[in-house]
Nanobody, 118 residues
Framework: QVQLQKSGPGLVKPSQTLSLTCTVS??????????SSWIRQPPGKGLEWMGG???????YYSPSLKSHTSISRDTSKNQFSLQLSSVTPEDTAVYYC??????????WGQGTLVTVSS
């Protein structure tokens, strides 16, 4: 069974970079057609797909976040990471890592609240 474990700080100051890492167990992020996503949910709002990385390393981003979002991976550790630069309080949200295919999610990691505040 594939499991996702996310790590990263819960508090980030405005203008800094938010960094999160997701470790996948029970499966490989390089399995053909596998797609690893980052999704967030601001307080009181709906889910927002931020972007993801495909099994072959190609990345895809939400147009609204592309300018300050970077997704990468470390295949040796079966991990993928999110970096969101120049954060503002509007980036406060519960962040999820997820796995599945391009356009759908099969496995959700635990959600973690990241607060942007000075």
């Amino acid at each position: 069974q594939v499991q996702l474990q996310k790590s990263g700080p819960g508090l980030v100051k405005p203008s800094q970079t938010l960094s999160l890492t997701c470790t996948v167990s029970g499966g490989s992020i390089t399995t053909r057609y596998y797609f690893s996503s980052w999704i967030r949910q601001p307080p009181g709002k709906g889910l927002e797909w931020m972007g993801g990385i495909r099994y072959d390393g190609n990345t895809y981003y939400s147009p609204s976040l592309k300018s300050h979002t970077s997704i990468s991976r470390d295949t040796s550790k079966n991990q993928f990471s999110l970096q969101l630069s120049s954060v503002t309080p509007e980036d406060t949200a519960v962040y999820y890592c997820a796995g599945g295919g391009l356009g759908y999610v099969e496995i959700w990691g635990q959600g973690t609240l990241v607060t942007v505040s000075s």
